[in-house]
């Protein structure tokens, strides 16, 4: 199994920036690719971005030109840099990941494993 923990939330004014972190541990963690996702109250999880096993990435439109995800490798670490945050990012933060190269564009019920989430609130 892999285990998944996110750490970097917090709460901070529109237009800030936040980093967001995700320890990945267990056996064969590294060849594991990642996403990640977010719910806020009365909303369905929507994917924000993911990352394949060969660095390529994808994001939701609505985060676009403001997050980036990258994967330190080595580390066993997934990253999302968020700047220019605005109320409607105010969520809960999930980092998700799948035995597969691909997670680009992956719904969340094909991802496997799950960390338990960190909160991002955006006044």
């Known amino acids: 199994d892999v285990q998944l923990v996110e750490s970097g939330g917090g709460s901070v004014q529109a237009g800030g920036s936040l980093r967001l972190s995700c320890a990945a541990s267990?056996?064969?963690?590294?060849?594991?690719?990642m996403g990640w996702f977010r719910q806020a109250p009365g909303k369905e999880r929507e994917g924000v971005a993911g990352i394949d096993n060969d660095g390529s990435t994808s994001y939701a439109g609505s985060v676009e030109g403001r997050f980036t995800i990258s994967k330190d490798n080595v580390k066993n670490r997934l990253y999302l840099q968020m700047n220019s945050l605005q109320p409607e990012d105010t969520a809960m933060y999930y980092c998700?990941?799948?035995?597969?190269?691909?997670?680009?564009?992956?719904?969340?019920?094909?991802?496997?494993?799950w960390g338990q989430g960190t909160q991002v609130t955006v006044s």
């Open positions: 998700a990941a799948r035995d597969n190269r691909y997670c680009r564009r992956v719904p969340h019920h094909k991802f496997e494993y």
């Open positions: 267990g056996y064969g963690a590294s060849r594991y690719c």
